[in-house]
């Protein structure tokens, strides 16, 4: 069953378009992560879908009910701020039950328990928000919304506030609270890193709308456009075109691939035409060869490994590598890659 549909949505500031005909569907307790630079619209979506600010035209569906109309506290969804919001006045017990109000005490008090067992805070119930550190005040952000039993649950940035040394083990902890409550979730962030350890499926979103959606290694490698591409890591693009023998041509030699060459958009490769082929640093090899085209120009330590610079022609291309090159060496370059990337060349 679709758990959120949204049809046509679009919103406005005044003249300014936030948000442009966008659709989206989300899937039983899928985590979705929306992924995008700042003002392209992900909070804003979060407000609509919350009912939080009014939408221009479309529709949102929870489990095929249209709730477009119906007022924040009638849609039952989980919000979960940067800030977590919490009461300062409010322990955490009364942080955890402050929705609740519908339920008889000793209701009340086995959810509470029930939250604090999940989220693991116990021992922790009478203190306040400021005697928490970063990390628990967030657990009781998460506990206080699944209280609720929510529909969805949507987090904005939750976890900017978090150490970067228990960031990661925080958000698989809180995955898999989700996957075992059976909560679908949609969150906000600008980090990559964070939207591949915590969703199920990515929404890149531009100016408004949604440009591509789908599991995150399908996204890297297979973006359908540079901006998905960059949007998602380091790339190089070649000048590339495929000849009448069906071999892909660049600066880096004569290649065949097995499967028929598209381009990101899904239709075939024309031949004999400029096109720009996609590669990851991770996806370039250097091999030390003192008659090699190609030379170091820089090195960058990155911890794993080392990021290159590396001219060719006249090109320079960013290459990654566990092993350490001096700068000013010549060098060879290789690649491992099935299949290529294509566009159309940006000319």
Avoid at 204 to 225: C, D, F, H, T, W
Wanted: one cysteine or more.
């Amino acid at each position: 069953m679709k758990t959120l549909k949204i049809q046509s949505l679009s919103s406005y500031y005044g003249a300014h378009t936030v948000l442009d005909n966008l659709n989206l569907e989300l899937h039983n307790n899928d985590i979705l992560c929306l992924l995008g630079a700042s003002g392209c619209g992900k909070t804003t979506l979060l407000k609509v879908i919350a009912g939080l600010q009014p939408m221009t035209q479309g529709s949102i569906l929870f489990n095929q009910e249209d709730v477009s109309q119906l007022a924040v506290e009638q849609r039952n969804i989980g919000l979960i701020f940067q800030d977590y919001a919490l009461f300062p006045h409010l322990s955490v017990r009364d942080n955890i039950g402050f929705g609740l109000h519908e339920k008889s005490a000793v209701e009340k008090q086995k959810i509470i328990e029930k939250m604090t067992a999940l989220v693991q805070l116990n021992g922790l119930l009478e203190r306040y928000p400021h005697e928490l550190s970063g990390g628990q005040q967030q657990r009781v952000a998460i506990a206080r919304a699944l209280a609720c039993e929510p529909k969805l649950l949507l987090l904005d940035e939750p976890f900017s506030n978090i150490d970067s040394q228990v960031r990661y083990a925080m958000m698989t902890e809180i995955k898999e609270i989700l996957k075992q409550q059976n909560i679908p979730a949609i969150f906000v962030t600008h980090s990559k890193e964070e939207a591949f350890v915590f969703a199920d499926q990515l929404a890149i979103m531009e100016k408004g709308k949604i440009v591509q959606i789908g599991e995150a290694s399908a996204l890297y490698r297979q973006p359908i456009n540079p901006f998905v591409a960059e949007f998602l890591g380091g790339t190089n693009y070649l000048a590339c075109h495929i000849n009448e023998q069906n071999q892909l041509v660049s600066i880096l030699g004569e290649h065949e691939f097995t499967q028929t060459m598209t381009l990101s958009n899904g239709n075939q490769a024309p031949k004999m035409t400029a096109l720009r082929w996609l590669l990851r640093p991770q996806h370039i090899q250097l091999h030390i060869d003192l008659a090699g085209s190609a030379r170091i120009l820089g090195r960058q330590f990155l911890g794993q490994l080392y990021q290159y610079r590396i001219q060719i022609g006249e090109s320079v291309l960013l290459v990654q590598s566990v092993e350490e090159y001096e700068v000013g060496l010549a060098v060879r370059l290789s690649f491992q890659c099935k299949q290529p990337v294509l566009f159309e060349s940006a000319e």
